[in-house]
């Protein structure tokens, strides 16, 4: 039940493109979904974050969508860039002041 | 601002030696800490994490342990490395308060042989 699915594992996108990635939880209990961005050799950054009161939220490029019926959430990166190569986590959050993390995905943008 | 920092950077160990991993906070008071374990081409695993000092909450079984001795220091430990112990290690801390975004160190990347 604590369990956050991410999907696909790896991402190939043409520059300019829109890559979309996507995650699915089952614990009801979550309410604090962030996403982070990861640089071979560096920890993870914090990306975007949103909680279940709103269906998306944006900033700049990137595009949080939030389907609270079907348990889903999804990261849109527009016009993506080579410099967006990098791989990206989904995590959820509840009471427990802990993240439970997707799987990743490792997102190669050819220029 | 806040800072985080971890060290070493890289570790290579042989099995059976004892281990010591420290990350410490810098310009926030009381933070929540996590220690997280990353396999090549995995997710984050949570090990430990810590809402103060001396309060620890192990996550996995398994032979780490962890200690808080002050408010913006955490410590990863073990006393016998195995092969399995391998992996990138990351710090995180956290404000205080549900739902709050934690924020990684660089990692120590540890091999054992």
């Known amino acids: 039940q604590q369990q956050v699915k991410q999907s696909p594992q790896s991402l190939i996108v043409q520059k300019g493109g829109i890559s979309i990635i996507n995650c699915a939880y089952e614990?009801?209990?979550?309410?604090?979904f962030p996403w982070y961005q990861q640089f071979p050799g560096k920890g993870p950054a914090l990306l975007i974050a949103i909680r279940p009161d709103v269906s998306e939220k944006k900033e700049g490029r990137f595009t949080i969508s939030f389907n609270k019926s079907a348990k889903q959430f999804s990261l849109h990166i527009m016009d993506s860039q080579p410099g967006d190569s990098a791989t990206y986590f989904c995590a959820a959050g509840g009471s427990a002041r802990q993240l439970t993390f997707g799987s990743g995905t490792q997102l190669t943008v050819l220029p | 601002s806040q800072t985080i920092h971890q060290w070493p950077a890289t570790l290579v160990q042989p099995v059976g030696s004892p281990l010591s991993l420290e990350c410490t906070v810098e310009g926030t008071s009381n933070p929540n800490l996590y220690w997280y374990r990353q396999a090549a081409g995995r997710g984050l695993q949570l090990l430990f994490y810590s809402v103060g000092i001396g309060q620890i909450s192990s996550e996995v079984p398994q032979n780490l342990s962890a200690s808080r001795p002050q408010d913006r220091q955490f410590i990863l430990s073990s006393k016998k490395l195995l092969l399995s112990d391998s992996g990138f290690y990351l710090c995180?801390?956290?404000?205080?308060?549900?739902?709050?975004?934690?924020?990684f160190g660089d990692g120590t990347r540890l091999s054992i042989l």
């Open positions: 614990n009801t209990a979550f309410d604090y």
């Open positions: 995180a801390w956290a404000r205080t308060g549900i739902n709050q975004p934690q924020h």
